[in-house]
């Protein structure tokens, strides 16, 4: 296959153009084009008046490609040196056992199960649907979960988020990630886009059909079934203490265990350091969730309104004098500010937004990074109880209900408490309680605020408009913990794999995938097979 990139599409052009631009790049006619697949598109709009799509695609041709590729000469024309990623077949009495059935936990067990190593899910949550039922009842007004909520269960957190599937990193497993989410029932366009996103309506039956193979190829998958302690011998894992949904533990034999645990799991992390786990404390970050009309970023970025161009998004970041830095995180074009609690008596902020991103207002973490010599208190889990003290914090700043404290940005800049909306309506539910942000967050993240929106207002047009909502706290954005493992994926006790964000080692959807795979194939080379 030859790849030829740097092809333009105006957003009203249909994408079998791309086959006859591909053709001029090549010199040859488009008949000759064998077969042509959009392997990438992003949206240039740095020139308002020349909104464009810049597109890569695979083809190929009738004839032999290398004297095409000898002849062609153009810098945007290369061959596909792409590998595709190929799962052993693994035979082994022993089933390895994955913590967690988030992306991290899920890949894992997809990859485990295709190797034919019938992997065992523990889940503390429960399967996607009775996730959005207890959800609804939350936002409703209703009871928490602690067990079953934004954080715990089918799908992890990313289930109830924007579905970005985008990342820094540049894993060659990305496109198989990508594939499998496809396969099982993500929009196609998760392949090509730059920035791929699925969105919650879609996710939640994605996450679904993916369980649904594991336990196809040999795999189970227990909800309700809480890991509480590891058992072990000799400085090796030999099995798990879980807590079941009957109330009752048991034993789980196991030597081989997937720790993706996601970054909430505080009652997991306090268990695993009080068994000696090795961690370390990690930077992190924490803020509010800022709210605009979708309609503003849209004419901020676009210079116009959208019409058939997508919802807008932005990503931003400041380094200030002070060397602190603020940036913009998770953003979900025509979202809402999300409920995100997982412990009963604290209030947490995230972001989500549906497939269609059709919602009015637009979201974003708005977030000061903090490093372990900011943490108030000693010891490895002290970021995690900074986090739960400001998330308590809010809780009683609001009452002692699960609404979030908001306020807007011109009360918030100037110091004084806000007493209702402007032209923005907040989107958290179940409501908001005006205040004033500086008696819930920390100085270092008030004062970095400050001076940060104006500084990301001059990036982009309106951010710091008067009547912005700013509602948090958001305090779940990276574990504040890394669980320590070798160069062969284990942690000190042999056979015990910590893994994707939980475990410090991912910061998203799709890293956290990656990741998840990488400990399953640590898993089969333990087994004495090669990849």
């Given amino acids: 296959m030859i790849l030829v990139r740097n092809i333009s599409l105006e957003p009203q052009e249909d994408e079998t153009r791309l086959r006859e631009r591909a053709a001029e790049k090549l010199r040859i006619s488009p008949e000759q084009i064998r077969s042509c697949v959009l392997r990438k598109r992003s949206l240039d709009a740095r020139k308002k008046d020349r909104i464009r799509y810049v597109c890569t695609v695979g083809i190929t041709v009738a004839g032999s490609e290398e004297k095409l590729l000898r002849r062609c000469r153009n810098r945007d024309v290369t061959p596909d040196a792409s590998v595709p990623y190929v799962i052993p077949l693994c035979s082994s009495e022993e089933r390895p056992v994955v913590i967690g059935f988030g992306p991290a936990g899920m890949f894992a067990s997809l990859v485990l199960a295709k190797a034919g190593l019938r992997p065992i899910v523990l889940e503390r949550g429960q399967d996607a649907l009775s996730r959005r039922q207890a959800i609804d009842r939350f936002q409703a007004g209703g009871p928490l979960d602690p067990e079953n909520n934004v954080q715990f269960g089918e799908g992890g957190a990313g289930t109830f988020s924007d579905g970005k599937l985008n990342t820094g990193t540049h894993d060659p497993r990305i496109s198989w990630v990508l594939d499998q989410f496809a396969l099982h029932g993500a929009p196609a366009s998760v392949r090509y886009d730059a920035k791929p996103h699925i969105g919650t309506d879609i996710l939640i039956n994605v996450v679904q059909e993916i369980r649904r193979e594991v336990i196809s190829l040999g795999g189970e998958v227990r909800f309700g079934h809480k890991m509480t ?96 830095s603020a940036f913009t995180f998770c953003m979900c074009p025509g979202g809402q500010v999300f409920a ?135 305090t779940r954005s990276s574990s504040p913990v890394r669980i320590l493992r070798g160069a062969d994926f284990s942690s000190v006790f042999s056979g015990l794999y910590p893994c994707g964000e939980g475990a410090g080692y991912a910061g998203g959807i799709t890293s956290a995938a990656v990741d998840g795979m990488r400990c399953a194939e640590a898993v089969i080379r333990s087994l004495g097979v090669d990849l």
């Fill in 229 to 324: 302690a590891l058992q072990t011998e000799g400085g090796a894992l030999t099995g798990l203490t879980v807590f079941g949904p009957d109330g009752q533990a048991y034993t789980l034999p196991c030597r081989h265990a997937i720790l993706a645990i996601g970054h909430s799991a505080r009652d997991t992390f306090e268990a695993l350091h009080h068994q000696g786990i090795p961690m370390e404390r990690k930077a992190f970050a924490m803020g509010v969730r800022i709210e605009h009309s979708q309609k503003a970023i849209d004419i901020a970025q676009y210079g116009r309104e959208r019409g058939i161009l997508p919802a807008a998004d932005y990503g931003l970041h400041v380094h200030l004098p002070n060397g602190r």
């Fill in 340 to 474: 995100a609690a997982s412990e009963a008596g604290v209030v947490v902020t995230n972001g989500m937004s549906f497939s269609a991103r059709d919602g009015e207002n637009a979201n974003s973490a708005l977030l000061v990074g903090v490093k372990p010599e900011d943490f108030p208190g000693e010891g490895v889990l002290a970021g995690m109880y900074w986090q739960r003290e400001i998330e308590q914090l809010a809780f009683r700043l609001v009452g002692g209900t699960y609404a979030a404290p908001s306020q807007l940005v011109e009360d918030f800049l100037a110091g004084r408490k806000s007493t209702g909306p402007g032209s923005v309506q907040p989107s958290y539910r179940p409501g908001v309680v005006w205040t004033d942000l500086q008696f819930l967050l920390p100085d270092i993240i008030c004062d970095t605020l400050r001076t940060a929106i104006p500084e990301l207002g001059k990036k982009l047009a309106g951010f710091d408009a008067p009547d912005a909502v700013l509602t948090g706290p958001e």
